[in-house]
């Protein structure tokens, strides 16, 4: 048996590469399962490195043949790469391997999707095309020739040689082998073209399967407004004469940044309004400015190694943010934002898995693709931004983009402009790269002779990651507001960096009403003793959209607290609150669906957890279940003329004005149907023209316990549409009943269209199990034992999947000792299967602490 026994890499340990790559050419001769890799590289000594070894990545590929400056050579090769002597200078390495695209179903390296040949590198993934170093920073330029019986051959950079079988791409910008990409298939274009503020004309085109061609429109129409923005917003402008996305089906994550040639999960890119909800066109638009925007930051500027990976996601999840913001609604788009922060970042940042934004060890780089990563990575860039200021923030990154243009850089470079730019020394700030954990932000008020003070104290909970936290810099915007709602105080920043620390307010006539933390400038957790009446005072009258809503969040949270755990019926405070807010007509409807969506039960699980009490989900569950039917009871006379503001008249447009409409519309009619047991959902369902609409309300009739007829015609419009039916079994799970959710999941996995090597569909199913709370969590440990066996079962097909889906159990020591018991020994059966990944061990080793 060969030792699998998984290695940690340390960010302390790196070196610099001992040669320099100048050029790469690869010759791919297509074959599903024996294709030909030729490479031929031009090596040079290093002079920066220290350590001259020759070692090549390579991991299942099959050595052919090896030549160095034309002579046959024998490296020496093992699972995970070669060694060779080489001759002192410049070299040329020539080399030819065998791989099997259609064997692939890791989907890492070369694979096949539905007949055509993709590929997926970032992080490691190049090292399973050919021997190469495979580490972000060598960058290298690339020329590949390809040579299929495909009609469409295309990789990195700029076309050479298009025929027939036979294709060569050059790309002229150096770049690391993580960004490479080939694509070769039966595909059709949807084409554009953009012209760059510097007037070159660039191709567009967006690569689909044959029948996706009316899918394609918005993509585009996406990525021609992010092209635009990125010029004007940061001055950068696109650089080569094509850019082209591909649509796959298989495919692990949501989309790939490779030059020139970026790969997106066809769900992250294909929509028609009868096939895609307002949701999949809003989350398209922002995958594509995000991989779009990677050109620049990632691609011309990259990352040293992977413990810099937030360098380049961290910024480029801030960037797809503004624009995000600049397109539709700021406010909402900020309280999508946090939610999703608290959602998915918050548990990881408490539990077992967490790790600084900046992480300083790994086994499996690709479990470190993570909300902390992206998510807190974005936050860490928005508190910076905010500390600096606009102008001086718009000044660092010219200096970045200008100073560090094809380089392979640091966060240290990265903060390096920032203090060169403003002469601060960031020091401290830089905690927030290196410590895990999220802050808690405690703070306490004091009212005396016409001053009025905030005292803060800061906590960082001490963990393996972090065993000695430090204070970290926190930017918290305050504003003061009167008895009458009137700001006295406009939004400042105070800028906190001790322990604890307190700032005065002078001359105020009388005691303000504070709002603490406005916008949410910091991922800290706010702890603050606060009234029913203030947060009622609030959600009536702050001037800052994100506060409140925040105000409005906490009533529910600790109304939905006390049912679950006391029976006490849903909070008045509450009740009258929302009620105002979803009459008020002035008000974007988006921003009221916002406000009157529940904190998940998950959140709750958490809160009562840090609360000292353990969360009992089926408890939470009903709760959720009580308040909801007591906000549309208590709702009832507004919710008719809510659900006629909120019709559309006129063809379907995914935009703000729509898309916000459709989202209010969507929570009255989850409201209504609670009181009219479905009659007005399974209108809606017959007459809905759009996905949006009649996902809803099959949604509402599933939730009602209705709708068995509804979820046959779906599937009877839909069987020949993989991403509607996706829908389909994602939203049963979804709106399946805690007692019955792991048995109804289990049938679906009985179902002919349930294709578990497919990770969408894979996600679509165990997924959407990890994600009904009190269903995932039944305490019979059916859910438990449920995605055990799939997870077992997925994870010598497809590690990578495997391995993010375990963090379902990373909350597990929130629960009853019954419940824990219960996955422990799922965990335990799990971590003792024979053959186990390395991605899979690594997870469930840290999960189980
Ligand atoms: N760089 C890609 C993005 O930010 C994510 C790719 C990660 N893939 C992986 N296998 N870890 O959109
Ligand atoms: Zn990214």
């Given at each position: 048996m060969k030792d699998t026994a998984p290695q940690t890499i340390y960010l302390k340990d790196y070196t610099p590469f001992g040669f320099d790559v100048e050029s790469v050419h690869l010759t791919f001769d297509l074959s599903p399962n024996a294709t030909r890799v030729m490479s031929r590289i031009a090596f040079a000594p290093n002079p920066e490195a220290t350590d001259h070894r020759f070692y090549l990545h390579g991991k299942k590929l099959t050595l052919i043949k090896a030549a160095i400056n034309g002579e046959p050579v024998r490296p020496e090769v093992t699972d995970e790469g070669l060694t060779c002597p080489v001759p002192d200078g410049s070299f040329i390495w020539e080399c030819e391997v065998e791989i099997d695209p259609e064997g692939n179903t890791a989907l890492e390296g070369l694979y096949m999707s539905n007949g055509m040949y993709c590929t997926q590198c970032e992080a490691e993934g190049f090292r399973k095309i050919t021997y190469y170093p495979d580490r972000p920073d060598v960058m290298s330029v690339f020329t590949v020739e390809i040579k299929g019986p495909h009609p469409v051959l295309l990789s990195n950079g700029n076309p050479q040689v298009q025929g027939q079988g036979h294709a060569i791409w050059h790309d002229p910008w150096p770049k690391p082998a993580y960004l490479f990409a080939l694509v070769a298939g039966e595909l059709v274009a949807h084409s554009d073209s953009f012209t760059t503020c510097s007037g070159k004309a660039v191709d567009l085109n967006l690569y689909v399967r044959p029948?996706?061609?009316?899918?394609?429109a918005f993509g585009m129409e996406a990525l021609k407004k992010s092209m635009q923005w990125d010029e004007e917003v940061y001055g950068r402008e696109y650089d080569l004469d094509v850019f082209n996305i591909v649509a796959v089906d298989d495919f692990n994550m949501g989309a790939m940044e490779n030059k020139g040639l970026n790969v997106f999960n066809s769900s992250a890119v294909l929509a028609s309004p009868e096939t895609a909800t307002d949701g999949n066109f809003e989350r398209i638009e922002a995958i594509i400015a995000h991989e779009y925007f990677h050109n620049w930051t990632g691609n011309r500027i990259t990352c040293r190694d992977w413990f810099q990976l937030c360098l380049k996601e961290g910024l480029t999840v801030y960037r797809d943010s503004q624009f995000t913001s600049d397109l539709r609604s700021a406010a909402v788009k900020r309280i999508s934002d946090v939610i999703d922060l608290r959602a998915r970042q918050f548990p990881e940042d408490q539990g077992p898995l967490a790790h600084p934004v900046r992480p300083e060890s790994f086994q499996e780089i690709n479990n470190f693709y993570t909300a902390t990563v992206y998510e807190k990575g974005a936050e860490v860039i928005g508190m910076l931004k905010r500390l600096v200021g606009d102008a001086d923030y718009a000044r660092a990154l010219d200096l970045y983009f200008a100073r560090h243009d094809g380089q392979a850089c640091t966060i240290e470079d990265w903060l390096q402009v920032f203090e060169d730019v403003?002469?601060?020394?960031l020091a401290q700030f830089k905690r927030w790269y290196s410590q895990a954990g999220t802050p808690r932000l405690a703070v306490r008020d004091e009212w005396k002779d016409g001053t009025y003070t905030l005292h803060f104290s800061q906590s960082l909970p001490a963990s393996a990651a972090s065993p000695d936290p430090q204070p970290q810099v926190i930017p918290i915007s305050v504003g003061l507001l009167d008895p009458n709602g009137d700001e006295v105080l406009p939004t400042r920043m105070l800028e906190m960096t001790e322990a604890t620390q307190s700032f005065a307010f002078e001359g105020l006539a009388a005691r303000p009403v504070p709002s603490i933390l406005r916008g949410f400038s910091a991922p800290v957790v706010l702890d603050r003793d606060v009234g029913t009446a203030e947060r009622a005072f609030l959600l009536a009258h702050d001037t800052d959209p994100f506060n409140r809503w925040e105000a409005g969040r906490a009533l529910a949270r600790e109304t939905l607290m006390a049912m679950a755990t006391t029976g006490a019926p849903a909070g008045a405070d509450y009740l009258d609150g929302m009620l105002a807010v979803l009459r008020d007509a002035d008000l974007d409807p988006a921003y009221r669906a916002l406000m009157l969506g529940q904190p998940s039960q998950s959140e709750l699980a958490a809160a009562l957890a840090e609360a000292g009490t353990t969360p009992d989900p089926d408890a939470i569950w009903q709760a959720s279940e009580t308040l909801a039917l007591a906000m549309a009871q208590h709702a009832q006379d507004v919710l008719p003329r809510i659900l006629a503001e909120c019709r559309v008249d006129g063809p379907y447009r995914p935009d703000p004005d729509q898309t916000s409409k459709r989202a209010l519309g969507g929570r009255a009619l989850s409201l209504v149907t609670r009181l009219d047991g479905g009659t007005q959902a399974a209108a809606q369902y017959a007459a809905a023209d759009n996905m949006t609409l009649q996902l809803s309300a099959l949604g509402c009739l599933l939730a009602a316990g209705k709708g068995s007829a509804e979820v046959a015609a779906f599937y009877d419009q839909w069987q020949d549409d993989r991403l509607v039916i996706d829908k389909w079994f994602g939203m049963q799970i979804a709106q399946a009943v805690p007692d019955k959710a792991a048995t109804i999941v289990a049938a679906l996995t009985e179902h002919a269209d349930f294709n578990w090597k497919n990770p969408n569909r894979f996600r679509a199913t165990l997924g959407a199990l990890t994600m009904n709370h009190a269903g995932f969590h039944a305490a019979d440990g059916s859910g438990y034992r449920l995605l055990a066996d799939w997870l077992i079962r997925l994870d010598p097909v497809n590690p990578q999947t495997t391995a993010r889906m375990c963090s379902a159990f990373q909350t597990w020591r929130r629960y009853d000792s019954d419940r824990q018991s219960k996955i422990g020994t799922e965990l335990e059966r799990i971590a003792s299967t024979a053959g186990l990944s390395p991605d899979t061990t690594e997870m469930i080793t840290r999960i189980r602490g």
């Amino acid at each position: 048996m060969k030792d699998t026994a998984p290695q940690t890499i340390y960010l302390k340990d790196y070196t610099p590469f001992g040669f320099d790559v100048e050029s790469v050419h690869l010759t791919f001769d297509l074959s599903p399962n024996a294709t030909r890799v030729m490479s031929r590289i031009a090596f040079a000594p290093n002079p920066e490195a220290t350590d001259h070894r020759f070692y090549l990545h390579g991991k299942k590929l099959t050595l052919i043949k090896a030549a160095i400056n034309g002579e046959p050579v024998r490296p020496e090769v093992t699972d995970e790469g070669l060694t060779c002597p080489v001759p002192d200078g410049s070299f040329i390495w020539e080399c030819e391997v065998e791989i099997d695209p259609e064997g692939n179903t890791a989907l890492e390296g070369l694979y096949m999707s539905n007949g055509m040949y993709c590929t997926q590198c970032e992080a490691e993934g190049f090292r399973k095309i050919t021997y190469y170093p495979d580490r972000p920073d060598v960058m290298s330029v690339f020329t590949v020739e390809i040579k299929g019986p495909h009609p469409v051959l295309l990789s990195n950079g700029n076309p050479q040689v298009q025929g027939q079988g036979h294709a060569i791409w050059h790309d002229p910008w150096p770049k690391p082998a993580y960004l490479f990409a080939l694509v070769a298939g039966e595909l059709v274009a949807h084409s554009d073209s953009f012209t760059t503020c510097s007037g070159k004309a660039v191709d567009l085109n967006l690569y689909v399967r044959p029948g996706d061609e009316g899918k394609c429109a918005f993509g585009m129409e996406a990525l021609k407004k992010s092209m635009q923005w990125d010029e004007e917003v940061y001055g950068r402008e696109y650089d080569l004469d094509v850019f082209n996305i591909v649509a796959v089906d298989d495919f692990n994550m949501g989309a790939m940044e490779n030059k020139g040639l970026n790969v997106f999960n066809s769900s992250a890119v294909l929509a028609s309004p009868e096939t895609a909800t307002d949701g999949n066109f809003e989350r398209i638009e922002a995958i594509i400015a995000h991989e779009y925007f990677h050109n620049w930051t990632g691609n011309r500027i990259t990352c040293r190694d992977w413990f810099q990976l937030c360098l380049k996601e961290g910024l480029t999840v801030y960037r797809d943010s503004q624009f995000t913001s600049d397109l539709r609604s700021a406010a909402v788009k900020r309280i999508s934002d946090v939610i999703d922060l608290r959602a998915r970042q918050f548990p990881e940042d408490q539990g077992p898995l967490a790790h600084p934004v900046r992480p300083e060890s790994f086994q499996e780089i690709n479990n470190f693709y993570t909300a902390t990563v992206y998510e807190k990575g974005a936050e860490v860039i928005g508190m910076l931004k905010r500390l600096v200021g606009d102008a001086d923030y718009a000044r660092a990154l010219d200096l970045y983009f200008a100073r560090h243009d094809g380089q392979a850089c640091t966060i240290e470079d990265w903060l390096q402009v920032f203090e060169d730019v403003t002469d601060r020394d960031l020091a401290q700030f830089k905690r927030w790269y290196s410590q895990a954990g999220t802050p808690r932000l405690a703070v306490r008020d004091e009212w005396k002779d016409g001053t009025y003070t905030l005292h803060f104290s800061q906590s960082l909970p001490a963990s393996a990651a972090s065993p000695d936290p430090q204070p970290q810099v926190i930017p918290i915007s305050v504003g003061l507001l009167d008895p009458n709602g009137d700001e006295v105080l406009p939004t400042r920043m105070l800028e906190m960096t001790e322990a604890t620390q307190s700032f005065a307010f002078e001359g105020l006539a009388a005691r303000p009403v504070p709002s603490i933390l406005r916008g949410f400038s910091a991922p800290v957790v706010l702890d603050r003793d606060v009234g029913t009446a203030e947060r009622a005072f609030l959600l009536a009258h702050d001037t800052d959209p994100f506060n409140r809503w925040e105000a409005g969040r906490a009533l529910a949270r600790e109304t939905l607290m006390a049912m679950a755990t006391t029976g006490a019926p849903a909070g008045a405070d509450y009740l009258d609150g929302m009620l105002a807010v979803l009459r008020d007509a002035d008000l974007d409807p988006a921003y009221r669906a916002l406000m009157l969506g529940q904190p998940s039960q998950s959140e709750l699980a958490a809160a009562l957890a840090e609360a000292g009490t353990t969360p009992d989900p089926d408890a939470i569950w009903q709760a959720s279940e009580t308040l909801a039917l007591a906000m549309a009871q208590h709702a009832q006379d507004v919710l008719p003329r809510i659900l006629a503001e909120c019709r559309v008249d006129g063809p379907y447009r995914p935009d703000p004005d729509q898309t916000s409409k459709r989202a209010l519309g969507g929570r009255a009619l989850s409201l209504v149907t609670r009181l009219d047991g479905g009659t007005q959902a399974a209108a809606q369902y017959a007459a809905a023209d759009n996905m949006t609409l009649q996902l809803s309300a099959l949604g509402c009739l599933l939730a009602a316990g209705k709708g068995s007829a509804e979820v046959a015609a779906f599937y009877d419009q839909w069987q020949d549409d993989r991403l509607v039916i996706d829908k389909w079994f994602g939203m049963q799970i979804a709106q399946a009943v805690p007692d019955k959710a792991a048995t109804i999941v289990a049938a679906l996995t009985e179902h002919a269209d349930f294709n578990w090597k497919n990770p969408n569909r894979f996600r679509a199913t165990l997924g959407a199990l990890t994600m009904n709370h009190a269903g995932f969590h039944a305490a019979d440990g059916s859910g438990y034992r449920l995605l055990a066996d799939w997870l077992i079962r997925l994870d010598p097909v497809n590690p990578q999947t495997t391995a993010r889906m375990c963090s379902a159990f990373q909350t597990w020591r929130r629960y009853d000792s019954d419940r824990q018991s219960k996955i422990g020994t799922e965990l335990e059966r799990i971590a003792s299967t024979a053959g186990l990944s390395p991605d899979t061990t690594e997870m469930i080793t840290r999960i189980r602490g």
